[in-house]
């Protein structure tokens, strides 16, 4: 991929025959993963670079007052709000983890393919799809823009969803988050920690056909 440049990106919904054959992390248990795909259409947005997949977008059903066992170590903490319950569709998608750079199954990244807007694209092409489908709202917990708390959590930034036509309906500071921040010596000097950890609930209105069209 050229410097700056997605021209060589092409970007598709991830379906029932892509199990298995996709890298897999944060998806789960491949039964119910396949229970997703046939509910909503599809589990995630794929990037490839020819043959390559390069990135995906993760998102599933949003589960109203779903609450992660495991704080920010489970795909849960994604779809977990803090008890809050904003007023949605029926047919509300909730955005998961963002692979961006990911080749294979683990933890590894491309660096080659981060820092280029592919995250952004990824987003573009679920609004464009969700819309096409007929999904009632997007919502998504958004991190602040800080690429190093990105990275670790593995999410998009607050900055990026306002720029997409997501409002933030709240705001709150992530104690374990924090927490993990600071025993990991994430946060720089002069960065206040309840700052950096701070995440908001964004949602993007599709119930009057307001999609976006992908560039």
Known sequence: M????????????????????????????????????????AAAILAYDGNQHVGQLQFRKHRPGLRSGEGIF????????????????????????????????????????????????????????????????????AVPANTVVMRFMGGQSDDIYASRGFVCVDRWVDHQMRAALLERDLITKGEAPESVATVGLYMRDLSAGKGITST
């Open 2 to 41: 050229e410097s700056g440049s997605l021209s060589s990106i092409r970007f598709r919904p991830m379906v029932s025959e892509d199990i298995g054959h996709v890298p897999m992390n944060c998806h789960g248990d491949a039964t119910e993963l396949g229970d997703r795909i046939r509910e909503l259409g």
């Open 74 to 141: 489970s795909p849960d903490w994604w779809g977990d709000f803090a008890g809050r319950r904003p007023d949605l569709p029926d047919r509300t998608l909730c955005i998961y983890c963002y692979h961006v750079g990911q080749l294979a199954d683990g933890e590894a990244r491309d660096q080659r393919y981060q820092g280029r807007g592919l995250g952004a694209a990824l987003l573009d092409r679920l609004v464009d799809w969700a819309d096409a489908n007929r999904f009632g709202a997007i919502v998504a917990k």
